[in-house]
């Protein structure tokens, strides 16, 4: 395993469990004590993690995974969620991006679509994600916008009021957004409020919101909502989906597509 992957591995077991030793790291990961030990001192030094004796806990009371760490974990169901929403898309229509590794996959599946291959343009995609818009700006028949505003570094999203100038002057088919969290009493929810705020502004630009989520997101609450249930057209999921949360969502008006 190499030193990148090592690291991912060990900042998503902490950030599932809060704290991790270092003989429980080193047996989990099948490595030396001695590397987990070097692993938590260079993490600890670029502010990723707190070091204890012994083991390490997560840096802050609210922590939230870094874009760049996050490994492909439920990978394969995120690409099947990405196929969906992308099918959801017709060729033309103004198309607005969130943050996030769902709709990171969801752009790579549009840029990808044989329909999408030509145009004047193809599609219009307006993102405040910097990934996004750099992976689909060598796309020459899709027109890329880019919102204002200051970068975040977890999510490579730009935030604040500066996207708002940008933001008041477009209209777009459809906005899909990534989420950390969708339940049906609470709405659709980020980490961030100032992530959630711009994704509420994408939301109200947009003729329908579709919700790219995997099942493990559903019935979930975060700290800052994004838009309430009803504001949502479609929720695209995978097929581990809850039945009854399914139902839920169904019963509120939201069409649950299930990949």
């Known amino acids: 395993m190499s030193r990148d992957a090592r690291w991912k591995a060990l900042l998503e077991l902490l950030v599932e469990r809060g704290r991790l030793d270092v003989e429980e790291a080193a047996t989990e990961l099948e490595v030396s004590a001695a590397t ?7 993490l600890a030094e670029q502010q990723m993690l707190v070091r204890t004796r012994g083991g390490a806990v997560v840096h802050g009371v609210s ?5 760049r ?11 099947r969620v990405a196929q969906a929403v992308a ?3 017709a060729p033309g229509e103004a198309v607005g991006l969130t943050g996030g590794t769902t709709t990171t996959e969801v752009a790579r599946a549009l840029a990808v679509r044989a329909d999408l291959a030509s145009g004047t343009p193809a599609l219009t995609v307006v993102t405040n994600a910097l990934n996004i818009a750099n992976e689909l700006a060598v796309r020459p ?13 977890q999510s490579y999203e730009l935030i604040g009021p500066l996207a ?11 906005a899909v957004l990534g989420v950390v969290a969708f339940d049906v009493g609470h709405g659709a929810a980020a980490h961030d409020e ?3 705020a711009i994704n509420r502004l994408l939301c109200e630009r947009a003729e ?3 919700v790219a989520a995997d099942s493990s997101k559903l019935g979930r609450r975060a700290f800052a909502r994004i838009c309430p249930t009803g504001s949502v057209d479609t929720l695209v999921t995978d097929r581990a989906a809850d039945p009854e949360l399914v139902r839920g969502f169904e019963e509120a008006g939201v069409r649950v597509v299930t990949a």
Do not use: W
Request: aromatic fraction near 8%.
């Open 63 to 67: 922590y939230e995974l870094p874009l």
């Open 87 to 89: 099918a959801l898309v």
């Open 164 to 174: 708002d100038g940008v933001l008041g002057q477009v209209t777009l088919d459809v």
């Open 194 to 196: 100032a992530e959630a």
């Open 208 to 210: 329908r919101v579709v």
């Open 69 to 79: 760490y996050k490994t492909a974990r439920r990978a394969s169901e995120k690409q």
């Open 36 to 42: 987990i030990r070097r692993d938590f001192d260079r």
């Open 141 to 153: 028949q899709f027109k890329i916008v880019v919102t204002g505003g200051v970068a975040r570094a």
